[in-house]
């Protein structure tokens, strides 16, 4: 008797079915050609060193009187934003009549080791809001933070208020301590200043690496198991590879700016605390008095929830809202869920604050 009820001819036909799904699959992908990417048109407005502003083509008759910086994370690239058609948040944006900026920060060379916290916020971010600010004639713009860029939007909000009408962050680490933050235990002992001095500019595929082992059976390994199953489809073989060009698309990181990021974010938990030193100057999140919008993903495993939600007290706005996305990461910009729910809360609460 088996108890398991497994008979021989059903293992057969699994194989050969898997056997017939992979022969299938290896047709799909060679029929898929280039890998397509960052669907919004849009033009390069100023270039400094590796990064790019770009501007995006207006999708609508009538746009928000107020421009909207978005500053994207080191990690990464920012097309995560504007993955594809249908699947863009940048794109939800200028539907609804959003006025839309972002920064590329681009591929760091060797020469960038020495770049700081300083040269990023106080420099790149200050130097693209200007360069908005002479073109629209206004005095401030509204600024968008995705991840680490959330954290850089706190940061320099806190130094340049005057130039920030209403501030949005998304998916931001604030408190850096929260119990579920698991990264913040992976590098809380970590010896960045040896590492940093050994290799100058952190590789990306070393922080890749990092990331994708928080969650190893989804990220590594089920997930590959489960393509077999839509590899006769063209169009979800093409959304699966998008998703994994974005992932391996991995700048390194400026070795300064990513040894002061690791001890004063991570390892003393500054940002909270008051005492994260960009420059001359120290950040203190309590001086934010403008509106703020705080966005998070419940079922975010890179940024907690807690680690997030902690920003309404530490600031001194009476002006917040925060909004809970039923996703994760990542999900909070790609998933259909997210294009429903994003850019339109988004852009109405930038209408009704301008």
């Known amino acids: 008797m088996n108890p398991f009820n497994i008979k021989p001819e059903n293992i057969v036909n699994e194989i050969h079915e898997f056997n017939s799904k992979l022969a299938q699959g290896f047709n799909t992908l060679s029929e898929l050609g280039e890998i397509e990417v960052g669907v919004s048109e849009k033009k390069a407005v100023y270039k400094e060193d590796s990064l790019v502003l770009y501007h995006f083509k207006s999708r609508t008759k009538t746009q928000n009187s107020i421009p909207l910086l978005i500053v994207y994370a080191l990690v990464n690239r920012p097309y995560m934003a504007d993955l594809q058609d249908g699947r863009s948040m940048i794109q939800g944006l200028l539907d609804e009549g959003v006025d839309v900026y972002l920064i590329d920060w681009g591929y760091p060379v060797s020469a960038d080791r020495y770049l700081t916290l300083d040269d990023y916020i106080n420099g790149y971010i200050n130097n693209c809001v200007d360069v908005i600010c002479e073109k629209h004639k206004r005095k401030n713009i509204n600024l968008l933070g995705i991840c680490q ?173 925060a909004l809970e996305f039923p996703g994760g990461h990542i999900g909070i910009y790609v998933s259909g869920k997210a294009q429903k729910m994003i850019p339109p809360s988004v852009a109405e609460w930038l209408s009704d604050r301008s």
């Open 149 to 321: 860029g959330g954290a850089f939007s706190l940061c320099y909000t806190a130094l340049h208020q005057e130039k920030v009408k209403n501030l949005i962050t998304t998916v931001t680490p604030v408190d850096f301590h929260t119990k579920g933050d698991l990264l913040s235990h992976m590098v809380k002992d970590l010896d960045i200043d040896q590492i940093v001095d050994t290799m100058g500019n952190i590789p990306g595929e070393i922080l890749n690496a990092t990331f994708l082992s928080l969650k190893p059976y989804t990220l590594m390994g089920q997930k590959y198991v489960d393509l077999v199953n839509i590899l006769d489809d063209k169009q979800k073989t093409m959304n699966f590879m998008r998703m994994e060009k974005w992932i391996f698309d991995s700048p390194d990181l400026a070795g300064e700016a990513y040894r002061e990021f690791i001890k004063q974010f991570y390892q003393q938990n500054g940002l909270v605390k008051g005492t994260v030193e960009i420059g001359d100057d120290v950040v203190d999140l309590g001086k934010i008095t403008i509106p703020i919008l705080n966005i998070y993903a419940r079922d975010d495993h890179l940024v907690p929830p807690d680690a997030s939600r902690a920003l309404e007290g530490c600031v001194s706005s009476k002006d917040y809202q």
